[in-house]
């Protein structure tokens, strides 16, 4: 099976790669991403979705963030969308066994 290419969703905010995270800015992307783990847990995929995004434009430097966006990525048939935040999150950290895990479910 060939999937077509796809446009950038536009919740895949990427962060600001350049920009050190004060600990008042991972404090609160800690805070979205435990709200996230929650909706995750629940099923609600594309709010997860949102807490992730908004978890990154705090924190761009954190793999596991972008490794666990694209995981619900793939819980809403977007393995594209997956692929790209687990490249980024390879970037960041290129021993993330969590980003390796989640880009080939997206890949197969």
């Given at each position: ?21 004060t600990d008042?800015?991972?404090?609160k ?21 949102e807490k ?5 434009k ?5 793999a ?9 990525f793939?819980?809403l ?9 687990c490249?980024?999150a390879?970037q960041?950290?290129p021993?993330?066994?969590?980003a390796y ?8």
């Open positions: 099976m060939i999937l077509e290419p796809d446009t950038p969703d536009p919740n895949q905010e990427m962060g600001n790669e350049n920009h050190s995270a008042e800015e991972m404090d992307s800690n805070d979205f991403k435990r709200e996230a783990v929650g909706l995750y847990n629940e099923n609600k995929y594309a709010e997860c979705i992730y995004t908004e978890a990154i705090l924190n761009a430097g954190s596991l963030l972008f490794a666990k966006r694209g995981q619900a793939t819980q048939g977007k393995p594209n969308a997956c692929i790209r935040d490249n980024r390879l960041i950290n021993d993330s066994a969590v895990k989640f880009r080939g479910r997206a890949h197969r």
